[in-house]
């Protein structure tokens, strides 16, 4: 039941954001063009620092499998 | 009638106000994004380093946002209380967006962040998240629906006119919204906001990071900061590019103004890269010019050509001599609203009422104007050239070096270099009142580029102020400025001290006892204790 | 009846409704800074009390911007007029509330008791002079303003600062001022215990009193007051500007009163609200007190507006350059939109505010927000 409200929920979200898209493209390309361009700007700088875990990540067992051979 | 010191002193009110807000605004705006990143990452991920982020970035946040809200409390009442015939004149229009922007931003803004602040231990980790992101959104939202009154004033659209009442009139509701000035303004300033936003995140990690200070908390904020800055940076310049665009058409003496561009020249049609104009002879005093690059900047093309200052004050007077009709005929309507033939005679000079009302600067009784008079009103019709070219100049420059900075910063943060370079470092903390100063010249290009009107073509500001004797200005102005001034002060003592303190032992909740007990955390989420790992 | 006048009533009573939630919202939280000295008598007591309000001052504060805004867009010569005119008094209204924020953020960032004292009385003196500069305001409104219009509508106020505060406008200002003191301590009362408690209890029922008698009082002066009448004018949903009306002075502004006698209710609904809200406290019942002193502002701002109908900003200098309902407002299409704005985003409004209200509720303790890494 939750997750069908959710779905329901996120349908309803979905559906306004193509009738508002729709709406846009054709009146305010602008408007649009800051909807999405502001959303892959969060999107690439939040990758930016979920990729410097992932390395530090790498490194860090790159170094405990040296280490461990050594050992 | 209208008392030029008072009018002159108004402006002066409002553009300190202005400018004054318009500090804390764009960061606003774009720190509002940068902790929905950071927490959309600690959401995600589940690693604390980002909550941590997200609140000591959230502090700093709110330090500047007090100033931001203290400061619009004016600006929402200074069109009512110093500019009372413009608020009149186009309050039909004017007034809608900025009771939209309560109803849908601002609202939603402050409601938000006091839950953004108090609420991390009463919501969950995805309502947070949820809250964090409305902030952002409403912020930008509230910048967007000022950014339409805005857009009206640049280029009215949607109104029209109306003798019976003395008023502007809206005519279409859409035509205000879409209005192209409206929508390309809103974007590059609400991504000048992301930039400004961006260069504070970097420069501050920056300075811990040369510090070695808070290393993990530096380092990834500043890795997100400089992605954020870099793709800011793009947009500002290129949509600022495309609003130049849409000004040539809407706006063409604040073009001309901006290029410093006095007299025809062909195509393709030189940039004045450095030039020193002089109002007073209509002409450069020594220039620096670079070939076919106007041309090229401002219409896409080699053949294009831009409209110089000479002939738009020669259009502008034969608008002045259209519109004196236009400004008589209201007149009888005043006293006597369905006259037939001032009703016609209106209609057919209407479209250059405003030109009719800059010349009653210099010929109150239109009866008697004079050829000199028009050419003095004719003369007015150009924005202050100097001021504008260099503001749009320091704007710009100043836009470029920002962006060299993100894309070198950038590279080096994602080959994990950056720790170790510590000149860019340095420049870094130095660059953060870059952004600030660009926000600052990009108003001044904005607003004192739309002189000598308050509504480009319709209304000038002349005309526009409040009844006020010298006496009143004079006292608000200076309270004002007094007021401001210790409040800068306070606000710059608060921001460096907590930036000095760093995260984990912020003085803020006093008595040292910066971290939250986890018995009073009910639904505690899983997060170390701030500092614990970071100072270790 | 044209869509155009009753365009203008909705936005009247919009602009009522707005005026309203401002005098709850944003008098609650000028009330607890304008008693913090009283009911706070050490540093942890003072955060307890504007960390009660600490999550929502700023959302209650829109309610002030929005009031400004909506004024702007659906009654523009009001805006313009009233708010040049009253120009020092707005003056004195905005630094005292550029203070609140500020006040609010920057208090207990120091530990210095000196520093906290200033933004103590920063936050007092800012939340006390708007309420009695509302309340003036109000007051004014019933004696009429000195102003009026040249043939192009510029706007000419000729009267003074101290015109303003006449005996009237400030018993209304005090009213004003006692009701925000009520709200403020029956919000400190729900989200307080102990000592802090107790004082904001007694305060209540004393700002209660106080409100009763000056609320009863300002019917009876009324009542001496020349009221405004229209004579003559183009009349409701016609576009036109203030000059092509005339006005009466002389008659009575209870008259509306007299003519819909249903309207007595709301006089009645500030009565009950404020002794309602004053057995309350003293039963120790602060949530059902808050709630009847919402009423009680409900009642007494309907009072005036029902009072002052169709005139809006009566002028004493020239009467029939009066602003009414129907020669300030905007235009039909922006009344429209924004009736459309209006009416999707005022219930989402109240929406969220609630679950903002419901997400902190509960009661504030000194370990709670020296516990607090945000606290103010």
Redesign the interface.
């Known amino acids: 039941m939750r997750s069908f409200l959710y779905f329901v929920l996120f349908l309803m979200i979905a559906v306004i954001v193509t009738v508002l898209a729709a709406i846009l493209g054709d009146e305010g390309a602008w408007y649009f063009a800051w909807l999405i361009g502001t959303t892959m700007i969060v999107l690439v700088s939040a990758a930016g620092g979920a990729m410097m875990d992932a390395h530090e990540e790498q490194l860090a067992e790159q170094q405990r499998a040296e280490a461990g051979r050594r050992g | 009638m209208i008392n030029g010191t008072v009018v002159d002193l108004s402006r002066i009110q409002f553009a300190a106000t202005a400018l004054y807000h318009f500090l804390f605004v764009p960061l606003t705006l774009g720190l509002s994004f940068l902790l929905a990143a950071m927490e959309t990452v600690y959401v995600t991920t589940g690693r604390p380093i980002y909550k941590q982020m997200a609140v000591f970035w959230g502090k700093l946040f709110m330090i500047n946002f007090a100033l931001g809200v203290a400061t619009g409390l004016t600006m929402e009442f200074q069109f009512g209380t110093n500019w009372s015939f413009y608020s009149s004149f186009v309050g039909d229009i004017f007034g809608a967006p900025l009771a939209i922007e309560g109803l849908m931003a601002f609202f939603m803004e402050s409601t938000f962040v006091g839950l953004m602040v108090f609420g991390w231990q009463r919501l969950s980790k995805g309502q947070h998240l949820a809250v964090t992101w409305l902030v952002a959104l409403a912020s930008n939202l509230s910048a967007l629906w000022i950014l339409v009154a805005n857009g009206f004033m640049q280029d009215p659209t949607g109104a029209a006119f109306d003798p019976v009442t003395m008023r502007m009139r809206l005519t279409s509701f859409q035509d205000l919204i879409f209005s192209p000035d409206a929508q390309s303004k809103f974007v590059h300033t609400s991504i000048a906001g992301y930039v400004t936003g961006a260069m504070f995140v970097a420069g501050v990690s920056a300075f811990y990071m040369l510090r070695k200070r808070h290393m993990d908390l530096a380092k990834r904020s500043f890795r997100i900061a400089v992605l954020f800055g870099v793709l800011a940076t793009i947009g500002v310049v290129t949509l600022g590019d495309a609003l130049g665009f849409v000004d040539a058409k809407a706006q063409p003496t604040k073009l001309a103004a901006m290029e410093a561009l006095w007299h025809p020249e062909p195509a393709p049609m030189p940039f004045n890269l450095i030039a020193f104009p002089s109002q007073a002879q209509q002409r450069n005093l020594g220039a620096v010019r670079v070939p076919g690059v106007l041309s090229l900047l401002v219409t896409h093309s080699l053949d294009g050509t831009v409209a110089d200052i000479s002939t738009l004050e020669q259009e502008a007077q034969q608008k002045i001599e259209n519109g004196i009709p236009a400004v008589q005929a209201l007149k009888t309507l005043a006293h006597n609203p369905q006259d037939p033939a001032a009703l016609a005679q209106f209609d057919a000079h209407q479209a250059d009422l405003g030109y009719g009302f800059l010349v009653q600067r210099y010929a109150p009784h239109l009866s008697q104007v004079t050829p000199a008079d028009i050419e003095a009103a004719a003369k007015d019709s150009i924005p202050p050239v100097a001021g504008v070219f260099w503001s749009f100049r320091i704007m710009v420059g100043l836009g470029l070096l920002m962006l060299a900075f993100f894309v070198l910063s950038t590279l080096y943060s994602l080959r994990n270099k950056i720790e170790r370079k510590t000149w860019v470092l340095k420049v870094a903390v130095w660059m953060i009142p870059v952004p600030f100063l660009a926000d600052e010249a990009g108003w001044l290009v904005a607003e004192l580029g739309r002189q000598p009107w308050t509504v480009y073509g319709v209304l000038p500001t002349w005309m526009s102020a409040s009844t006020h004797s010298v006496g009143y200005m004079a006292f608000s102005l200076i309270g004002f400025v007094a007021l401001y001034s210790v409040f800068i002060v306070v606000e710059m003592y608060l921001m460096v001290r907590a930036i000095r303190i760093g995260p984990g032992e912020q003085g803020g909740s006093g008595g040292g006892q910066a971290q939250p007990r986890p018995t009073l955390a009910p639904r505690a989420v899983p997060a170390a204790p701030y500092g614990s790992k970071l100072e270790g | 009846m044209h869509t155009f006048a009753i365009a203008q009533v909705i936005w009247w009573l919009l602009l009522g409704v707005l005026l309203m939630g401002l005098a709850v919202m944003v008098g609650m939280d000028m009330g607890v800074g304008a008693i913090l000295r009283y009911v706070g008598r050490t540093d942890a007591e003072r ?1 307890v009390a504007l960390n009660i309000i ?6 209650n ?2 309610w ?3 009031g ?7 009654f ?2 009001i ?6 005119g009253f ?2 008094v ?2 004195l209204l ?2 005292t ?6 006040g ?3 208090r ?4 210095q008791p000196a520093w906290r004292n200033v933004w103590d009385w920063a936050l007092t003196v800012s939340g006390a002079v708007p309420m009695i500069v509302f309340g003036a305001a109000f007051g004014n409104l019933f004696r009429g303003v000195p102003f009026h219009f ?8 000729t009267g003074s600062f101290l015109g303003l505060l006449n005996p009237f406008a400030v018993m209304t200002g005090v009213l004003s001022l006692s009701l925000a003191a009520m709200m403020g301590s029956l919000t400190i009362m729900n989200g307080a215990e102990g000592a802090m408690h107790q004082r904001a209890r007694g305060l209540a029922q004393v700002a209660g009193l106080v409100a009763t008698v000056l609320f009863a009082l300002g019917g009876l002066w009324v009542r001496a007051l020349p009221g405004y009448e229209l004579l003559s004018s183009p009349g409701a949903g016609v ?3 203030p ?2 009306q005339t006005v009466g002075v002389g008659g009575s502004w209870l008259h509306n009163f007299g003519a819909h006698p249903v309207l007595w209710l709301l006089p009645l609904l500030g009565f009950a609200g404020i002794i309602g809200a004053v057995l309350s406290a003293r039963a120790g019942r602060s949530h059902l007190g808050w709630w009847l002193g919402a009423g009680a502002w409900i009642g007494v701002i309907g009072t005036a507006g029902a009072a002052l109908f169709p005139f809006m900003l009566p002028s004493s200098s020239d009467p029939s350059m009066s602003l009414t309902v129907w020669n300030s407002s ?2 039909k ?2 009344l429209l ?2 009736i459309g ?2 009416a999707v ?2 219930p989402l ?1 109240l929406w ?2 609630s679950w ?1 209200f419901w ?2 509720r509960g009661k504030v303790t000194p ?9 103010y």
Do not use: C, K, N
Request: avoid cysteine.
């Open positions: 955060r600490g999550p929502h001052w700023d959302g504060q829109v002030f911007i929005l400004g805004g909506a004024i702007f867009a659906a523009p010569l805006y313009a007029t009233a708010f040049s120009y020092v707005m003056l905005l630094w509330m550029i203070m609140r924020p500020i609010f953020e920057y207990s960032r120091m530990q040249d043939w192009d509508m510029t706007s000419y106020y576009p036109q500007t000059l092509q905007s235009s299409l922006t939109w924004m704005f209006a985003f005022v409004i969220y505010t903002a997400v902190m370990e709670m927000v020296a516990g607090h890494d945000h606290a």
